[in-house]
Nanobody, 116 residues
Framework: QVQVVESGGGLVQAGGSLRLSCATS????????MGWYRQAPGKQRELVAS???????NYADSVKDRFTISRDNAESTVYLQMNSLKPDDTAVYYC??????????WGQGIQVTVSS
């Protein structure tokens, strides 16, 4: 079984920064974390940022120039550096991982709260 493990969330004041990390564990051969999504109360889950196996990145318009997605050389961990955080960024953030043999998996989610 594949586990997707997120870390790094918390409470921060507006204008502050946080760094989220995501890695897979368990039966994770051929698995790569690929992107971050978020879901605010009463809203649908939305893509925040993604990174392909070739290194191409994609961002939601609302986070461009503030958030940066990256990964380590082993492609085993994906990071989301979040700067200039706003109260509207408050949400549960989810990491999505793709496994070649078994498909997509989600993490349990991690809370990010930005106070004004």
């Amino acid at each position: 079984q594949v586990q997707v493990v997120e870390s790094g969330g918390g409470l921060v004041q507006a204008g502050g920064s946080l760094r989220l990390s995501c890695a897979t564990s368990g039966s994770n051969l051929g698995c790569r974390p690929m992107g971050w999504y978020r879901q605010a109360p009463g809203k649908q889950r939305e893509l925040v940022a993604s990174i392909t196996s070739g290194g191409s990145t994609n961002y939601a318009d609302s986070v461009k120039d503030r958030f940066t997605i990256s990964r380590d050389n082993a492609e085993s961990t994906v990071y989301l550096q979040m700067n200039s955080l706003k109260p509207d960024d408050t949400a549960v953030y989810y990491c999505n991982a793709n496994c070649i043999l078994t498909g997509n998996y989600w993490g349990q989610g991690i809370q990010v709260t930005v106070s004004s």
